[in-house]
Antibody, heavy 118, light 107 residues
């Protein structure tokens, strides 16, 4: 069965960096685009970024463009999100999601919590 | 960016009822619309994609319709496990955007 397990979250000061990971299993990872989505406490869903199956194409939400970098290692079945210049409003549960045969998602991970606080 | 507006923001219903949630896009998205269910403390679950196609394993009590800018999600014969928050999502163009959510509560 498809499993997506995020890690790397924690408490970080404003302006610092953090790298999130998403370990994938149960499907042919290198064949699917992968996304990061976040949810601030008590708020709705916000799409963050996507990387194509081969890592060549990447798109970002305006709110993170220039600060966050999405990447993947198909040899390790792992998705990454490098976050820098973190701000208070980046505080959220960050989840990875597998793309389906169309651009939407068919599986989500449980998420890893990032708290930006001084 | 394409704005997605759901209505209502919250909805009270009883077990056994049928409810409908509406999602409107700020511009046409053909049928590039998905619906997700999120129970408290849980990851979202994909219900419908391409406006009306049911994800594998999702019961037929869930149905979606619409195209262009106006879409609906209907849930029939509500059961306790259906009381959750529902989100629509457009994936016609980046950035992917979600509606603000509709919280379905037990009356």
């Amino acid at each position: 069965q498809v499993q997506l397990v995020e890690s790397g979250g924690g408490v970080v000061q404003p302006g610092r960096s953090l790298r999130l990971s998403c370990a994938a299993s149960g499907f042919n990872f290198k064949s699917y685009g992968m996304h990061w989505v976040r949810q601030a406490p008590g708020k709705g869903l916000e799409w963050v970024a996507v990387v194509s199956y081969d890592g060549r194409k990447k798109y970002y939400a305006d709110s993170v463009k220039g600060r966050f970098t999405i990447s993947r290692d198909n040899s390790k079945n792992t998705l990454y999100l490098q976050m820098s210049s973190l701000r208070d409003d980046d505080t959220a549960l960050y989840s990875c999601a597998k793309e389906s045969t169309v651009v939407t998602f068919d599986y989500w991970g449980q998420g890893t919590l990032v708290a930006v606080s001084s | 960016d394409i704005q997605m507006t759901q209505s209502p923001s919250s909805l009270s219903a009883s077990v056994g009822d049928t409810v409908t949630i509406t999602c409107r896009a700020s511009q046409g998205i053909t049928n590039s619309l998905a619906w997700f269910q999120q129970r408290p403390g849980k990851a979202p679950k994909s219900l419908i994609y391409a406006a009306s196609s049911l994800q594998s394993g999702v019961p037929s009590k869930f149905s979606g319709s619409g195209s262009g800018t106006d879409f609906t999600l209907s849930i029939s014969s509500l059961q306790p496990e259906d009381f959750a928050t529902y989100y629509c999502q457009q994936y016609d163009s980046y950035p992917i955007t979600f509606g603000q959510g509709t919280r379905l509560e037990i009356k």
